[in-house]
């Protein structure tokens, strides 16, 4: 008879303040472990988009250029490799544009990825690089490369500023030219990933 009335009693104060504790641990686990995620996600952005734009820096290289005068019968052009020159300007402008907010690039001819579209050979252009959603970082791409020489390496840059603290995590891409070939870096220079 003890027993069953010993079961009719409920929880003690200890019992139960063991079983909020437990709950407060998780909680706050949980809070972190989704924090983390999110940073992951936004980031894998800078991630993805420093790898695309790799890629197109090597596959504009494999592009043949030919200087656009009209041949004579019989007569050859000279076929020009090269890099891309660098971007005349990053995207967007300025940091402050991706302070703890997303940019919506402008598609227009001119505009953002399209800035360099007159001059054949440069920038986002020459990559055939954009992004059309909008984006939590601000991309640059730059090469030694010139009107008169081939160049040998590239770099390809975001900058973000999540929190909006003023504080920019930055990502890096290198490439340089090893024979007739743009070899990219097995990895990205991460500076304050999660700012």
Known sequence: MSIR???KGGF?????????AIVGVLAVLAVYGVRKY?????????KNALGQIGKDAA??????????AVLAGGATAALNRRLCLS?????????????GQKYQ?????????????????????????????????MYNYTS?????????VITATANG?????DVLSTFILRGAMEGAQLKLAPSIDETNPEE
């Open 38 to 46: 999110i940073a992951n996600a936004k980031t894998a952005e800078a």
């Open 59 to 68: 596959s504009a290289l494999e592009r043949e250029i030919i200087a656009p």
């Open 5 to 7: 009335k010993r079961l």
């Open 144 to 152: 030694d490369s010139s009107a008169t020489a081939i160049g040998t």
């Open 87 to 99: 971007a005349s300007v990053t995207v967007p402008g300025t940091a402050a544009e991706i302070k």
């Open 105 to 137: 690039p402008n598609p227009n001819p001119l505009q953002d990825y399209n800035v360099d579209s007159a001059t054949p050979g440069m920038g986002f252009a020459c990559l055939k690089f954009e992004m059309s959603t909008p984006q939590y970082y």
């Open 161 to 165: 500023d999540l929190n909006g603290d």
């Open 12 to 20: 003690t104060l200890v019992e139960l303040m063991i079983v909020v």
